[in-house]
């Protein structure tokens, strides 16, 4: 099967980076190691290419009202200029993917979604298009983006561009860098503060080289996956699936039933459950995807689904999904760890407090 390239591609091989199939994609899991990568965010600033991400346009006088139908967060009544997370439902409640939507302006809308999912998100979106007076436009072709990540990201974007604003977190700005327009976002996927640069492919080069030319520290897929889980952000193919409902991933609170009408409110009304997803602190041992999770009498109740070791705790830590009807009460858990069982220890709060404004 053939992989794409980013525009940046080149640059990440002359740094070093080593180059990984991911979502149909050639990109870099890491430069230097993990540690030093996630540290750089957690502590400075690092910056990851993500423009295997996907773009949609939605243009026209119903554009809020088209894109708020399709998802289950609150797109009407949320402030112009703010973006909002939300999962992408069928009828049934089931989630086709989890996106963040940006309202740059009356009538003119961004939707960002997984890389995996352009195809299928995109095909979705043109099913449900029928009776808006809005254009859909998949540009996912279009655009690069970069995600600036780590407490100094503010001080080090903002002499580079044109001009930026304090702007909120969850809210977007746009610009330019050198002459090339910008969409700014004060988001990410790391849990610290940071921005997510949308732009043209030549833009984004030369906006990449800037930073790299200021100290800024390149980082891989593998730093963002620790990053991400750390805080305990979900991720497709993880925590969300084809399968599971926003319920099931601890995402309760993106359904706003208040709404007049989205697609698979019925579904969710009951707010009804399937699983529970908790996040487990192990002493020993690295927990991975697919691994068993146990109750105290050793029984199989749930699975990991996504594990990792913590480079800011040092001990490993996951994400299991456990069937609602076997959760333990006296919250015992062990993960099956190779056939042997280690001990785990549940935690209600994300692993790492991150920083984000």
Known sequence: MTTLKTYLYDEHVKLGGKIVPFAGWDMPVQYSSVKDEVLAVRNNVGVFDVSHMGEFFVEGEDAEAFVDGL?????????????????????????IDDLIVYKLAPGHVLVCVNAGNIDKDFAWFKSKHTGFKCNLTNRSNDYSLLAIQGPKAFEILKPLLKDLP??????????????????????????????????????????????????VTPCGLAARDVLRLEVCYPLYGHELNDEVNPYDAGLGWTVKGAKTNFIGKEALAPKKANYKLVKLILEKGIPREGYPVLNSKNEPIGVITSGTMS???????????????????????????????????????????GGHK
């Not at 909002?84 to 069928?90: F, G, N, V």
């Not at 999904?321 to 858990?333: C, G, M, N, T, Y």
Request: charged share 20%; proline share 6%; hydrophobic share 35%.
């Open 166 to 215: 304090e702007i909120e977190y969850y809210s977007v700005h746009e610009t330019a860098f050198e002459n090339n327009p910008v969409i700014v976002a004060r988001t990410g996927y790391t849990g610290e503060d940071g921005f997510e640069v949308f732009g043209t492919h030549e833009g984004t080069k030369a906006l990449w080289q800037k930073l790299m030319s200021v100290g």
């Open 71 to 95: 998802v289950t967060n609150d797109i009407q009544n949320a402030p112009m200029g703010k973006a909002i997370y939300s999962p992408l439902c069928r009828e049934n409640g089931t989630v």
């Open 311 to 353: 480079v800011v705790l040092n001990k490993g830590i996951a994400f299991a999904r456990i069937q609602i009807d076997k959760a333990p009460s006296d919250e015992v858990f062990m993960v099956d760890i190779r056939q042997k069982p280690y001990p785990a220890q549940l935690t209600k709060k994300p692993f790492v407090t």
